[in-house]
Each structure stands twice: as C-alpha cells, then as structure tokens.
C-alpha cells in the first residue's frame, strides 16, 4: 500500500532484528527473575510480539520482523512487558525512535536505554485549530476584541484500553489569568469532528487600524497563549486519560486577524524527572527502515531497458546487472532487487543462467562449485525464497509443527545429557525425524517451483559441460543449493522462513540444529560423509543410515528437480495454506433471528477457500470457496466505530472483519485479493461503508442489494506468490546505483586503464571483474546517464514540493520535525544553487 502523492508513490517498510535485553530492573518479590516479552510498535498501535522469554533480566529474542507500513507515524516504538504469575501485563520501559531519526541506525546493531512510560510521553494524533481576532463595541461604547478558538477537528488519537472517547479542553493562559473550556465528548472514535467556537476577551489593542492588522503591546502579547489539551473520557476511579496538548502564542496574529493550521499534539511537560538514565536496562535492535519514492513507469523506461537486456549482453559481466554486484559492498544488496525486478518481468531464468555460466567458467576446481557468496550464489537464494517458500511449508511445516509441540529430547552428545536421558533413545527419536524429513523432501519433486527447476536445469548443464570427467557434478551443483541453501537453513531457523511464528526454545533449537546437520550431509554426496562432521558424536550418528540408499533418493529426486520441460499441473492443485491466525468477525445475519455481534475466531486461507472455526484446528464454522470472494476492501472506521477492519465481499453479503492492527489488516487483503484475482465475477464497484439500520452508511441507498458506490481498488497479479512492484524494484536499483557512483566512476577508471595498460593488474583496480574492458565502459556510461537523469527528475520533484507545501498543513502539521529538517535542506539547497 502507497501513500500517493502527486505523480509519485511512496512506499514505507522496515526490517527489523530484535536481539535482546540486558539488566531488567528485578521484580519486586522472592525470585526476583521476570518473564519478558517485547512488542514493536507504529507509535502506540502494536504490529508485533515476541515470544515470553521466562525467569530472566537478560532476555534474548533473536527474533526477526518484516512489514510494510500502510500508514503515516510519527514514532517506531519498542515496549518491554513482563507477565506476572496471574498472567497480567505490565509495561517495564520502551524505547521510541522518532521516524526522522531511523536512518542514523540503519542496519546496525544498536544498543537502546529503555526509557520510564507514561501517559505524559505517549502521545500521537493531530489537532485542527483556528485562531480569529475580532472588535467587538459594548453597550457602554468601549471597543474591545475577542479570540474566537475553533476546535475543528483531530485525527489520529491514541485508542486506550480498547476505546477512545475524546474530548478537548481550551484554556487561554497568561501570567495571571487561566480560563478554560471544554468541548463535548465524542464516543468511540480516534478522528474526531468537534468543530467548535469558543469565545475569550483578551488584552485590548494599543491601537487600531482598518488597513493594517491589530498592533498589540509587546509585553501584553507575548505573555498570552491557547492551550488545547486531549482526554480521553474514561469510567474508571482514577480520572480521564491526557492523550496530548498543543500551545499556540497569540502573537501568530500580528500578522493577520485569521490563523488556521494544523498540530502534532505533543507530551505534557512536567519538568525533568530525577531517574538514571540506565535505572530500567537496554534493549539492542538492529533497525533498517526504507522509504522509496517511486514515479509513473515511463521514467524508468531507460534504466529498464538497459538491465532487461542484461542477460544477452556478451560478456555479461558487461551487463548493468551484474555492473551493479560489482560495485555494491554485499552482494545480497544487489541480489534482492535485481532478482525481484527479473521475476517481475519474466527474466530471472535466463539473467541467472548467463551469471551462473559465467561463473562456471571460472571455476577451476569441481568441488568448489558455487560456495562463495557471489552474485549467482545470492540471486538464486533469493529467487529460492520468494518463489519457493509455499513449496517449503507444504513441505517442511507439518513436520516442524510437531518437533515444535513433542518436546523429545534429541541430544546426542554425550557430555549434554541430562540427568535421566538416555542416549540411545536420543538417537532413535532424532534418526526418526530425520527419516520423516528426508523423506518428505525427497519425495517433494513434483511440487517444486518452475522457475526454481528452470534454474537448477541451466546450473547442471553448465557444471556438466565444464567438468566433463566428473560425473557426480551435474548433482553437486544443485544440491549444494536445495539442500544446503534452502531446506537445511529453513529448518535450523524455521522462525526466518515463517515456518514458526517465534524463536523455538533451545531445547527444541538444539533437536533442529542436529536434523538439519544431518539432512545437510545427506543431500551432499560428498564422497567422505563422515568427515565432513567435525563432532565425533554426530559422525557416529551417521553410521545409523545407508548411504547408498540415502545417496540413489536423493539424486533421483534432484534429477526430478532438474529436469528440462518438468511440469506438474496437479500440484498447482494442492491445497496451500497462505495465511491463518485470530480476527474479530461481525456475524453475518444467516440466521434469521440471532445478535449479528462480533466474535473472535481462527481464519485460515489456502488457494481454494477461506474458512473460519473457534479454534485452531476445529472444524470450519464457515467456508467461502475462493470463487465467491468477489472484492476484498477495506471498511471504514465509522460503520462500527472501529478500527483496522476490511470486507470480503461474497455474492448475498459481506463478510465483516476486524485485524489485530493496521499491518495485519493490509497484509489479508493483500493475499486475499491476489488469490481472488482471477474471480472472473470480480466487481469493479463496492460500498465502502456498512450496510446498518435498513441503508448503506455510504451512499445511504435504502437495498442492501444497490451496486457499490466507489470503484473497487485491486489491478494486483493474479500470482498469489509473487507480488511484485516492476517500477519500484527499478526505483531500488537506481537508489543504488546512485548511491555507488563513486565506484562506478572508478569502474570506468579501470576499464580505460585496461583498455590502454595491457599488463600486470593494478591493484587499486583488482576488486572488479571486467572481462571485455569496451563493452563494459559504454554499459557504465550508459548506467551513469539513466542514473544523472533520474536523480535529476527527483531533485526536481523536491523543489517543486517544497515550492508548494505549506507548513501546517494537514499532511505537515506544526510539529514535523523531518519536514522542519527537509525545509532547512531545501532552504540550504536554494541558497547554494543560487
């Protein structure tokens, strides 16, 4: 999801690594010992949860999250909780990085002080404020002037316990004088529509004039002052709940008699608080937040062309793509964009069988074959990851989901058993997971992706070609990828490939670390299976298996997998479990007498249907079969004054439900409009508000059966895997080329050296690799110019934004701190360009 502005979209999204916490303050009581868990946050919404981390002051999560963010904030924020023995939550401390300040920790480890919580620091939301001065004559014949205060309206509020009443309070406030006001309470809504007046007499001008503005007496203006402050209405004993507060110095009207603009509300001060800055531990995150900035499609047409074209340049070391591996600092950086943009435009198999020729031809030694991190190693991971991972769940998850629950004890090594463990009955408990598992890979072929054949076709082709003599190479060659870069990771760290929600246990963690060794060397062939483990217990363990019959499986099913012209139609037929979890559904009314309430269920979707039951792993209460999901939208806040809802539309009604945040709720109705996409009955129309107390809250058509009134949004693929973006992958690329430029100017340094200096190489020149120093130059050349003229396409765009936003807008209130910094830079830009 975008935000769209004018001839532009952006597109937010973070990584983000939780590692772990040192030095938790000790919980008030005998063990002293806390069970810990961390949430992230988009200001106070929380899109996140680790696992509980028990009996420690020093929990490590390791644990790993990734969304697209669908809306603005203001705060990434971080909360510690600890979970007493009666199961209630309460909050330790957080950390909060103001969104400006993210790229000061972009990708690296990072140790944060957690900081005391309270209603004073928790705050977000914006407030519309208008300010007028006014004469006014009194009976009496004395001119004075009033300050009408217009509450207008608030977006954005923190919701509190579940809810949020709002109310505001307006006090104007000088040395001596404090009058305050109060709007009405609006319930059950974070975006409140107050728009009141009131009204306060205020110091009178010194003097007046119909054709200026009102000349105040400085000390009498500099001393006033609005004061708007946020509550939240709430029942309980202890007092209405402060959500944040705005001031506004009267002197704004020296100007004009009218001021209107928009507020970020900000925290209450109350002084400064005596509390040592470590008195509460650290958490370390490791934080990469990116921000693309993406244009129509005709911008790229260049720079498209030129990486299209990439895999039937000669050399194609030549090639922009691989131009781009050359100069980035990690390969994976180049890896991810570049196989992204290829899958989108149908161009990975033959761009990675070109590098991974290539790289074969440089290959001297057969064992070697594809172990480095270069780009092929790193395109086809990721292009194994993003094609491959329903075909890993399909797999491996059943298979891992119960590892996960049993708890068998799978230690081998002798000197880690514990007290009452037996050592043979370890091995015969891990040696019958490892036969489940390798028989469910091997006997997987079938349901491999296309793309992911295609390519192990061209690696086996490629490696047989060059090393003739070597008849095992045609399997080393793949296998090298399937099992030691694709299932053997998946399975030591499940929680990465979203296998398990969570971090396992070390108990568990240690069971996965033993199988995945094990099927790691299974799946090699290596010629001394034995000594490729460096721990003599597990070299032991080996013994148990048959080689040969391990070693015929695994090159019949790589063999399979390898193949020219596979294809499987039945396995497109299998069901695959996209997405599951709980959700908030309103009832759909198919009883004729019954409360259409909300309830909490378990929803499940494959590529045939989408069902809810009460739990996991009941029977389905209802199923919608994927042909009747006609639209998929998202359902405004006011139809029941709650948030992070979406409607799956059906052929009779609309199925209502509500997410647990808005990073959820955009994830469900992404996959659930790309698997419904295909639905040759899709509606192009929909109502975007509920159908309540006879009429469409939208367009207040009185039959539930009227065609919608807003166009329907979608246009996704229909390929439920991969939903990829062309323009911003293209977007992506270009960020880096422009961020390397120094080395691509370097680049072409090199190749006019070498095209010149035909001799020993020089070493200021060694790290690239330029086999055709001419083709590779005029690639460059042309890099550089798409490059130069993209970036000058968005230099201009800032300028011309920055020409016609104002501060205090509604999409920049007073209070942006990045836009007040973007002003300062642009301000610094224009004064240098002059």
Known sequence: MAVEEEGLRVFQSVKIKIGEAKNLPTYPGPNKMRDCYCTVNLDREEVFRTKIVEKSLCPFYGEDFYCEIPRSFRHLSFYIFDRDVFRRDSIIGKVAIQKEDLPKYHNRDTWFQLQHVDADSEVQGKVHLELRLSEVITDTGVVCHKLATRILECQGLPIVNGQCDPYATVTLAGPYRSEAKKTKVKKRTDNPQFDEVFYFEVTRPCSYSRKSHFDFEEEDVDKLEIRVDLWNASNLKFGDEFLGELRVPLNVLRQSSCYE??????????????????????????????????????????????????????????????????????????????????????????????????????????????????????????????????????????????????????????????????????????????????????????????????????????AAKRFQDDLDVRYTAVSGFIFLRFFAPAILSPNLFQLTPHHTDPQTSRTLTLISKTIQTLGSLSKSKSASFKESYMAAFYEFFNEQKYADAVKNFLDLISSSGRRDPKSIEQPILLKEGFMIKRAQGRKRFGMKNFKKRWFRLTNHEFTYQKSKGDQPLCSIPIENILAVEGLEEESFKMKNMFQVIQPERALYIQANNCVEAKAWIDILTKVSQCNKKRLTVYHPSAYLNGHWLCCRASSDTAPGCSPCTGGLPANIQLDIDGDRETERIYSLFNSYMSKLEKMQEACGSRSVYDGPEQEEYSTFIIDDPQETYKTLKQVIAGVGALEQEHAQYKRDKFKKTKYGSQEHPIGDKSFQSYIRQQSETSTHSI
């Open 261 to 462: 603009a928009w507020y970020f509300l900000q925290p209450r001060d109350n002084g400064s608080k005596s509390l040592k800055p470590g008195d509460l531990g650290s958490l370390r995150l490791n934080v990469v937040y990116t921000e693309d900035h993406v244009f129509s499609s005709d911008y790229y047409s260049s720079l498209r062309d030129l990486l299209l074209r990439s895999a039937d340049v000669e050399p194609v070391s030549a090639s922009a793509a691989h131009v781009l591996g050359e100069v980035c600092r990690e390969k994976q950086e180049a890896a991810v964009p570049l196989v992204r943009f290829f899958l989108h435009y149908g161009r990975v198999v033959p761009f990675i069988s070109a590098i991974a020729n290539a790289e074969v031809q440089r290959t001297q030694d057969p064992n070697t074959i594809f172990r480095g991190n270069s780009l092929t190693s790193k395109c086809i991971d990721e292009t194994m990851k993003l094609a491959g991972m329903h075909y890993l769940h399909v797999t491996l998850k059943p298979t891992i989901e119960e590892i996960c629950q049993s708890h068998k004890s799978c230690e081998i090594d002798p000197v880690k058993l514990k007290d009452g463990e037996n050592l043979e009955n370890n091995m015969e408990n891990l040696r019958q997971y490892v036969d489940r598992i390798f028989h469910v890979i091997t006997k997987s072929g079938v349901s491999c992706p296309t793309v992911m054949c295609d390519i192990f076709f061209s690696l086996r082709e490629a």
